[in-house]
């Protein structure tokens, strides 16, 4: 199963993108996985929420494809512990997932209609934090998922 997390917004600041590589190479035994970066061109850029949000949903919908397996994470969403996490990545590679993204969406959250796209919601937690630390932090918990499966003593339980 490939993971892609896609990210809205801008490029990470260096100490964001050496924390990510680290976790992305300590993943790489296990599961390929991949940040894609969704910015929108700077002509598109405004103020108006709404616009923004529907802005990025026709980038999002354009990368969309069928065999993608959208989770959406948002603040509100269902809180999995690690374990939790770790069980539902095995369930998606037993149901034959080819590619699980993992979506953070914009500054203003995400429209509805991609809400309805996602098959799941989840939550790294009730606070909210900036874009480019919850790409970190979602890459860490997806190296922590991956060592509980493969017996790694990375998590102590």
Not at 104 to 117: H, L, P, W, Y
Not at 135 to 155: C, G, T
Request: glycine fraction near 4%.
């Amino acid at each position: 199963m490939n993971i892609e997390i896609w990210s809205v917004g801008k490029e990470n600041e260096p100490f964001i993108e050496d924390g990510l590589r680290y976790y992305f190479q300590k993943t790489k035994p296990y599961n390929p996985v991949e940040l894609v970066i969704l910015q929108l061109p700077k002509k598109a850029a405004t103020t108006d929420i709404e616009r923004a949000k529907l802005a990025e949903e026709e980038m999002i919908l354009k990368k969309l494809q069928p065999h993608h397996y959208l989770i959406l994470l948002d603040e509100r969403g269902k809180q999995l512990n690690s374990i939790q996490w770790s069980q539902q990545f095995q369930q998606l590679m037993n149901q034959g997932t080819k590619t699980l993204v993992l979506l953070i969406g914009g500054a203003f959250g995400v429209t509805e209609n991609i809400r309805k796209q996602a098959k799941q919601c989840w939550s790294l937690s009730p606070l909210v934090f900036p874009h480019q630390m919850v790409r970190l932090i979602l890459a860490e918990q997806v190296y922590r998922s991956f060592s509980i499966l493969n017996n790694s003593p990375y998590h102590h339980s």
